[in-house]
């Protein structure tokens, strides 16, 4: 009776344990089913092509969704953490089930033929710190709920058929780093709620329709801005003090807009670190001034078709 009486805690505690761990099992296995489920039904999107039968072939195999091309995964969870399908030559649309892969860190799609809108779904990637879609098809906005992911810091949609603007939103992603929104058909200003995120690196928007002013003083927030690509879009400001406080920059490029106005002293005197300035094809008049020769760095300057008087300065 002693002996029992001692035994049963232990025996009830094995019990529980048992228990616990099925469970556990039980609702891992779910998780990554629900991951498994999401891929087929990403995959279903898919138009043949050569390596769409590849893919058939290769991701039929059940139970192993890590073993699978493209698909990384966290060892401890056999979670999918990465998905990089990029170059495969894929046809299709981007199926909202990809915002099911609740553990995706990275998601990269780039240099396919992805048509259709970037499903809205994204934004339920809280993990999400890496999310390229260049080179694609892609068409309507940027859903401006991608600003649920808090921890993206590489935004690449570059080179699709986006159109609308620029969400505001995007100035809530307090780690962004790099910003690619270029060749594009994106409308309406550059939101300057995205230069207040203070880790921001590279804003590109090459090749838009961008238009209205730039914000001022767009450095003072981000300390770490390096480069600014505005060309080839509608910006139609003076410069003045936009770039005060830039020292870090390495590349401004300002080239084929309807800039005017004058170039200033101040302007140029506060980018020490500039490496390339390209200011051609818009509307500057004046002389360009003598502080340019202050820009020690500076390898490349572009200044053509304007309304600039005078010579350009020599020994740069
Ligand atoms: C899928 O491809 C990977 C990588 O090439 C390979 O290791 C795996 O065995 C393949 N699985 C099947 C079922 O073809
Ligand atoms: C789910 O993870 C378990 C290990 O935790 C693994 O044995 C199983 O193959 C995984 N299932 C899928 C569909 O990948
Ligand atoms: C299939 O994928 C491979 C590897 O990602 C790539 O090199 C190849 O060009 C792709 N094939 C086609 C037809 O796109
Ligand atoms: C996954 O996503 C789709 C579409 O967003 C949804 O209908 C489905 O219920 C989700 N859940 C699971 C477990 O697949
Ligand atoms: C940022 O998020 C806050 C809180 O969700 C919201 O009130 C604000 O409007 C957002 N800002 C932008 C620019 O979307
Ligand atoms: C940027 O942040 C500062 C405070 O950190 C705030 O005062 C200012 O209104 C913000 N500007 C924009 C455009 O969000
Ligand atoms: C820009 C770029 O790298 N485009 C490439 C995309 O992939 C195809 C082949 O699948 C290449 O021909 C393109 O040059």
């Known amino acids: 009776m002693v002996l029992i009486g001692n035994l049963f805690p232990l025996l ?3 019990f529980l344990f048992v228990q616990y761990s099925c469970m556990f099992q039980l609702v891992q296995s779910f998780n990554n089913f629900t991951d498994q489920y999401a891929l087929i039904a990403f995959k279903s999107r898919f138009n043949s092509s050569p390596n769409e039968t590849l893919l058939a072939t290769n991701w039929s195999a059940p139970n192993s969704i890590c073993n699978w091309i493209g698909v990384s995964c966290n060892r401890r969870r056999q979670r999918v953490t990465a998905l990089d399908l990029s170059y495969m030559g ?5 199926s909202p089930h990809i915002g099911n892969l609740s553990f995706l860190i990275s998601l990269h799609l780039s240099n396919n033929s992805f048509f ?3 499903p809205q779904e994204i934004s339920h990637l809280h993990r999400l710190r890496i999310l390229i879609l260049s080179f694609n098809q892609l068409e ?4 401006p709920s991608i600003q649920n992911c808090q921890k993206l810091h590489t935004v690449s949609f570059d080179t699709n058929r986006l159109i609308g603007a620029i969400p505001s939103s995007f100035g809530n992603l307090s780690k962004l780093k790099d910003l690619n929104l270029q060749y594009n058909s994106l409308t ?4 300057p709620f995205i230069f207040n995120i203070s880790s921001l690196n590279i804003v590109a928007v090459t090749s838009n329709h961008i238009l209205g002013a730039i914000p001022n003083d767009l450095c003072s927030h981000c300390p770490n801005l390096r480069g600014l690509y505005f060309s080839f879009n509608e910006l139609d400001s003076q ?5 005060n406080n830039c020292g870090e920059l390495l590349i ?3 080239a084929y807009n309807k800039l005017d106005g004058s170039i200033s002293k101040a302007l140029i005197s506060n980018l020490q670190k500039l490496e390339e300035l390209y200011l051609g094809t818009n509307n500057f008049t004046g002389i360009i001034p003598s502080t340019i020769h202050n820009l020690s760095r500076l390898q490349l300057f ?3 078709d304007n309304h600039i008087q005078g010579s350009i300065p020599t020994n740069l």
């Open 12 to 14: 009830l505690l094995s």
């Open 90 to 94: 894929l046809q299709g649309t981007i």
């Open 116 to 118: 259709g809108f970037i």
């Open 140 to 143: 309507g906005s940027i859903p």
């Open 188 to 191: 309406g200003p550059l939101p």
């Open 239 to 243: 410069l003045h003090s936009q770039f």
């Open 252 to 254: 401004l490029s300002l």
């Open 302 to 304: 572009a200044i053509e």
